[in-house]
């Protein structure tokens, strides 16, 4: 019985922040409520076209870099956490 009342609050503190966050979130408006024309390019560069900005192969390195990373690091982590969950604490 206690179950259901602790889900029913959680269930409840999420609706009421969901709610808050999309009252909050109405009163916000762009800059002129009416749609720009979209010409002069790219702002980020000098009267040129739209390209690309930076290096994107460099970011893409460091996204695959952040990604091994963090797959290691929870396999570590499951690795030393399976002990403890067995009772096998050596």
Known sequence: MRRAGRATGALAATVAGALTFLLGALPALGAEPAATSGTGGDPRSPGQGPGLVGD???ALGVVAIVALL????TLVYVRVTAARSRGDLR
């Open 56 to 58: 994107p192969l460099f």
């Open 70 to 73: 963090s797959v290691g690091l």
